[in-house]
């Protein structure tokens, strides 16, 4: 059995696995810098000891001159030589170190103790001159420096604590809206919203904004797809159950008048199949189409035709249609899909009404659609109407940039604009 070499790990690992890792820099870190401030210690006690006994050289020499007797106290814890044999038998391996020798001695002989060696001259006479001083008296005691060890290490501890601390806050703010989002993406629920804390950075707001655009895209776009296998599907099959019936009508009788009635039905059923497969044809094209499309003049014989087909459904309910044209608009979308986009309206309008008049308003960068209806309805709310619905009509709308409204009429009724794109 094969494995998956890409080793998957949850999102939420991510918060132990950075404290892990922040938390062995931090170790790292603290070690070095415990390290590095003990050695600055030891030499910066060091080095203050040296340059004492190196300034305390003048004194020594102005007051041997003044005829002091060695050994001279300088302070409590340095005493100065001017002769070999005035010093103490445990220092006398001093006197092997040469002139200008200025260290800390560490030896089993005697304590710890800082050693200056020169030499001054007085009476055109050179005098040997030595400075010791006692390193028990002038460095921190081991109690001292456990303490002090122990303050850092304390001071080190609570600071890779409130680090620790702040690592684990920054990544758990940075975690949460990952997995709240991947859990939100996991969900069934169709009406579930995708949202992060209010706190999280702007990116995962704006991510969560997007995620969101694009569940309503995708969830309009599955609408209009079941709208349209829906809808396409009566559509088409209205002709050709009208070419079979007329077909089969043409083999019962042999009379010119009736076999020329059925030929018209046939034809006009094959226009209507062709206009109707033109205009669902025009959502499936490239957007680069548009572009190779010329602006066309829509005319009143034009649209008095599309009503003439709409007619004696609305004759059938007592409803006149009127149209009203102030100028002739030029356009993008085919005499087909006009075709459709009116008739839907039109079958929307009628099938809203009862009595009265629809309206067509045809302004130079609009096509008004009027009804004294119901006014809006649930259905066309929903955009679920007549034909391939307003789902399809604002498909169709979107495909040429055009605008798609409803709006309720000024006493009763329902209003539907076409707004060409300018």
Avoid at 143 to 164: A, D, H, K, P
Avoid at 191 to 218: C, G, I, K, M, W
Wanted: charged letters at 20%; a neutral charge.
């Amino acid at each position: 059995m094969s494995r998956d070499p890409r080793k998957k790990s949850p999102v939420n690992t991510m918060t132990s696995k950075l404290s892990i890792y922040f938390a062995f820099i931090a170790i790292v870190v603290g070690a070095t810098l415990f390290v590095l401030s003990q050695a600055m210690l030891y030499w910066l006690e060091d080095e203050l000891n040296l340059r004492t006994l190196q300034n305390s050289v003048g004194t020594a020499i102005v007051q041997f001159k003044h005829e002091a007797k060695s050994p001279l106290n300088i302070t409590n814890s340095i005493r100065a030589y001017n002769r070999i044999e005035d010093l103490p038998k445990k220092y006398l391996a001093l006197t092997q170190y040469p002139l200008g020798f200025l260290d800390e001695i560490h030896d089993a002989g005697f304590e710890d103790l800082f050693f200056y060696r020169t030499e001054y001259i007085q009476n055109g006479k050179r005098y040997p001159l030595m400075l010791i001083m006692n390193a028990e008296h002038v460095e921190l005691s081991p109690t001292e420096w456990r303490n002090i060890n122990l303050i850092s290490l304390i001071v080190m501890l609570v600071l890779f604590i409130l680090f620790g601390f702040a690592i684990i806050k920054l990544t758990r703010r940075l975690i949460t809206p990952v997995t709240q989002l991947s859990q939100q993406l996991k969900s069934t629920d169709p009406n579930s919203h995708f949202s992060v804390p209010r706190d999280s950075a702007t990116e995962f707001n704006e991510l969560a904004d997007s995620l969101n655009s694009y569940r309503q895209q995708n969830e309009k776009l599955i609408r209009q797809e079941q709208a349209f296998a829906r809808y396409a599907s009566h559509e088409l099959r209205t002709p050709l159950t009208v070419i079979q019936g007329a077909t089969w009508l043409l083999k019962q009788k042999t009379e010119p008048e009736y076999q020329t009635r059925q030929r018209d039905r046939i034809a006009k059923a094959a226009t209507d199949m062709q206009h109707t497969i033109e205009a669902l044809l025009s959502l499936v094209k490239q957007e680069q189409a548009k572009e190779n499309v010329q602006l066309r003049i829509i005319n009143r014989s034009e649209l008095e035709h599309i009503i003439d087909y709409v007619r004696p459904l609305a004759e059938s309910k007592g409803l006149s249609i009127t149209l009203q044209m102030h100028c002739e608009p030029k356009i993008l979308p085919s005499e087909s899909v006009l075709r459709m986009l009116l008739i839907n309206l039109l079958n929307n309008a009628i099938n809203a009404s009862d009595s009265g008049v629809i309206v067509i308003d045809v302004a130079q960068d609009s096509i008004k659609v009027t009804d004294h209806g119901t006014g809006l309805n649930e259905s066309e709310l929903s955009s679920e109407g007549h034909g391939l619905g307003l789902l399809i009509v604002d498909a169709l709308c979107q495909r040429y940039d055009w605008g798609f409204n409803l709006s309720p009429a000024p006493q009763t009724g329902c209003i539907a604009t076409l707004k060409f794109a300018q």
